[in-house]
């Protein structure tokens, strides 16, 4: 008797749950009414989760004034549906794999991290399906094929930002770096790095390797340490960034530290007192005094209630240069989505966001030294630097 | 020169946490032959215990010794009350079967606390709140900070406190009696649960006091960060000899320095390769370990 019942129970959860299967494919195939459907993939757990959190709120504060703005082609809202993908290149593919064929979005936003969104472009590649990264900078993310964007600078670039500050105003000539041979952007970040300072007539020592969840780095600094370099450069990310930065300072290591736009994130805090004397590459200042970016920098903090970081500003670039090529497309058909953003030249909040050739943007990069203060840190602004 | 003892120093500190790790191994071999993989999980569970109490009192604010033992201590209670539970609900019931049984279930164990962690704590690393400012001592060229000081300090300490537990009281004689025959241990009226259960909440309790003293010199705690560590303190536990309270010191310090000694050459991406390998020359050529003495089985 009781079994029957079980028997009967799972028979109608079973259809319901068929039933509530279908209903995505029913409301997906009326895509020319109703709200437009924007897919962003991001690590919003796991090692890189700083990154995904703060890309998305960035979009997120987008859509919603975008929304409040009456939406776009006629009043239809965008909705933003968002995947987490653990930090895992593998699970970034199968997040953008799902947006696409099930959710059908018009086009996709992330990720972060190069190595992912590496993993993920040759889906959108494959679905025509636009993507624009908020801050994947290695130069290989856009030339996986014409649907893939980008809103931020580019590694030879920042590289070379870093190289030039260290040796004209840090007077740096014998340098190290630190790169995490795991990840795509610090591999990418190292080479720039070592060309131009090399250029500029400075010495590079052979940059020394780690592995992303590393935790003991000892050892290599103590390596380091024992080639007496003018400063060293860790082009990895935050979280293993701040753990070297402290144990190097352990070391009785005092020298600048610099790094790039990696560094940018919650747990670099970690490196507490020790991050005094370094100093990052980035894509824009909250200090700016420009009414954009005050303007971006006040209705974040209303809305999430802290600062919001340069991944957060380009979240919300990202959104924005898709919101403006969804207009002047007059269309959510990937194909013509797409030639517009190759067009885009809209004002954004880490600068104007003009696609070139290879569907990046030429934007300038900010140099800021850290500080720890309040338990927290602060970017400190130093100076800009614009491309050639 | 200093290079060279600074190296030396960085693989005693790295090496010291293998060392307490691996002590809990080699408790739980010594007594039940049981290799308990969930023991690097344990540890895990540790931080994480200590991460909830440091911020229950505040301690990123306002950091004191006195406060940071408070804070070890308690992870210490909650680990040992885990392990414990561990052995009583996964272990326990799977004694009288084949010890690969043991293996599998402790396998499983591990798996468990991993992925339950991402489920309880989420997979996103959290910040451990720094209980004791940190400061660098040096010796000529050489530098080590208080919190690697404590690690190798602490770490010797336990080990010669095991050795008093196990050789000179009567509970360490008793486990003794259970590690050379379970089933006359019992019949000679010792209570064998109660000796195994104690076994295990104490090597529980060091895993958490490494886990607590780990995260304050690496402030990085997350639900996996007991995988890698366990696996190496392991891989410690049988170079030195597993079952060898000393030989678990040994090798742990042994791995410690294999790894900076790797890391400071041009292959520093290979060492986690390198620990393993040794595993595997260890149980090809001397699988008692070096302070193991080797029994043969009587087949």
């Known amino acids: 008797m009781k079994f029957h019942r079980l028997f009967v129970l799972s028979m109608v959860m079973l259809a319901a749950t068929i039933a509530c299967e279908r209903r995505p494919g029913t409301t997906g195939s009326a895509t020319s009414t109703g709200d437009i459907l924007v897919g962003m993939y991001g690590s919003l757990t796991g090692d890189g989760a700083s990154f995904g959190q703060s890309s998305v709120e960035g979009a997120q504060l987008a859509v919603e004034e975008l929304n409040n703005a009456g939406g776009l082609l006629g009043g239809r809202k965008i909705r933003l549906l968002v995947e987490d993908d653990q930090s895992k290149p593998d699970e970034a593919s199968n997040a953008v794999t799902k947006l696409i064929t099930q959710d059908k979005v018009v086009a996709v936003l992330g990720e972060v991290a190069s190595r992912r969104s590496l993993a993920a472009g040759p889906v959108c590649q494959k679905y025509q399906t636009p993507m624009i990264s908020p801050a994947s900078t290695n130069e290989r993310v856009t030339a996986i094929g014409d649907y893939i964007f980008r809103v931020c600078f580019i590694d030879p670039f920042q590289g070379e930002v870093l190289a030039k500050f260290a040796y004209n105003d840090l007077k740096a000539r014998k340098v190290a770096v630190l790169k995490d041979v795991q990840q795509d952007y610090s591999v990418g970040l190292t080479d720039a790095i070592q060309k131009t300072f090399q250029a500029l007539g400075g010495e590079v020592l052979a940059p020394v390797s780690y592995s992303s969840g590393d935790a003991d780095f000892k050892a290599i600094l103590t390596q380091v340490r024992a080639q007496k370099p003018d400063a060293m450069f860790v082009t990895g990310y935050y979280p293993e960034a701040a753990i070297i930065v402290r144990q190097a300072r352990g070391l009785g290591m005092k020298i600048p530290v610099l790094g790039g736009d990696g560094w940018v994130g919650d747990a670099l805090k970690n490196g507490r007192e020790a991050l005094a004397n370094c100093f990052i590459s980035n894509h824009y200042s909250g200090d700016n005094p420009d009414p954009v970016v005050q303007n971006f920098v006040k209705t974040y903090r209303a809305k999430f209630n802290r600062e919001p970081d340069s991944i957060a500003a380009l979240g919300y670039d990202a959104a924005k240069v898709l919101a403006a090529a969804i207009t002047s497309s007059n269309s959510t058909e990937g194909p013509k989505v797409r030639d517009a953003l190759a067009k885009a030249d809209v004002p954004g909040v880490t600068g104007r966001l003009k696609m070139n050739a290879q569907r990046n943007v030429d934007k300038p990069a900010v140099i800021q030294e850290l500080k720890f203060a309040d338990g927290d840190v602060k970017y400190v602004y130093r100076t800009t630097i614009n491309p050639n | ?299």
């Not at chain 2, 191994?25 to 109490?53: C, E, K, P, Q, S």
């Open chain 2, 1 to 299: 020169v200093d290079t060279f003892f600074q190296q030396f120093i960085n693989g005693l500190s790295l090496g010291a946490i293998y060392a307490l790790i691996a002590l809990g191994y080699t408790m739980v071999y010594g007594v039940l032959r049981l290799i308990n993989f969930a023991h690097g999980d344990v540890y895990m569970l540790g931080a994480f215990a200590g991460y909830y109490i440091a911020n229950a009192l505040n301690m990123d604010a306002n950091p004191s010794i006195l406060g940071a033992i408070a804070v070890t201590m308690g992870a210490m209670a909650i680990c040992a009350i885990i392990g414990i539970l561990i052995e009583r609900l996964a272990y326990r019931p799977v004694r009288h079967h084949s010890r690969l049984t043991s293996l599998i279930t402790a396998i499983g164990v591990s798996l468990l606390l991993e992925y339950g962690g991402q489920v309880v704590f989420g997979a996103t690393p959290r910040f451990f709140p720094q209980m004791i400012r940190s400061q660098v001592y040096a010796v000529g060229g050489v530098q080590i900070t208080n919190q690697n000081l404590l690690i190798i300090v602490v770490s010797v300490i336990v080990m010669f406190g095991l050795q008093y537990i196990v050789h000179q009281t009567r509970i360490g004689k008793a486990m003794r009696a259970v590690s050379f025959n379970l089933p006359v241990a019992k019949l000679m009226g010792i209570n064998t649960d109660f000796i195994i259960a104690f076994t295990f909440a104490l090597g529980s309790a060091l895993a958490a006091a490494g886990g607590v003293m780990v995260a304050l010199a690496i402030p990085r705690i997350d639900p996996l960060m007991g995988l890698m560590t366990g696996l190496k303190a392991f891989v410690a536990a049988v170079l030195g000899g597993i079952g060898n309270i000393p030989g678990a010191m040994l090798g742990g310090m042994l791995i410690g320095l294999m790894e900076t000694w790797i890391g400071a050459t041009a292959y520093s991406t290979y060492r986690d390769a390198v620990a393993f390998a040794v595993l595997i020359l260890i149980l090809l050529f001397r699988p008692a370990g070096i302070l193991g003495t080797s029994v043969t089985e009587k087949v």
